[in-house]
């Protein structure tokens, strides 16, 4: 059984820079695809990226698109997220999430598997 730990948040000024890890346990990750979600409180769960089982197809979210890069180690059983160029409409709370098969979706209901999240502030 796939499980999903996500790390690396924090409190960040704008203009400043985060890598996001997802790290997985009880299963090989390599015949997962994976995305990256953010969700403010009362606001639906966007997509930000996501990264087929092979890692040649990725996808990105418009308002992140040339700000952020995702990656994966399978080796590690790692999903990385590096953000750059943050801002305060950046905040909130980042989910990973894993879907067997090698279809990169940007959708969430897509997603079986999700980690619990970590907080992303950007503030001044």
Same mark, same amino acid.
Request: hydrophobic letters at 30%; a neutral charge; glycine letters at 12%.
């Given at each position: ?71 994966? =180690? ?35 209901? =897509? ?14």
């Amino acid at each position: 059984q796939l499980e999903l730990v996500e790390s690396g948040g924090g409190l960040v000024q704008p203009g400043g820079s985060l890598r996001l890890s997802c790290v997985a346990s009880g299963s090989f990750l390599d015949s997962y695809a994976v995305g990256w979600f953010r969700q403010v409180p009362g606001n639906e769960r966007e997509a930000v990226s996501s990264i087929s089982s092979t890692g040649g197809t990725i996808n990105y979210g418009d308002s992140v698109k040339g700000r952020f890069t995702i990656s994966r =180690d399978d080796m590690k059983k790692t999903v990385y997220l590096q953000m750059h160029s943050l801002q305060p409409w950046d905040t909130g709370m980042y989910f990973c999430a894993a879907r067997r098969g090698h279809w990169a979706s940007l959708k969430h209901y =897509d997603y079986d598997i999700w980690g619990p999240g970590t907080q992303v502030s950007v503030s001044s």
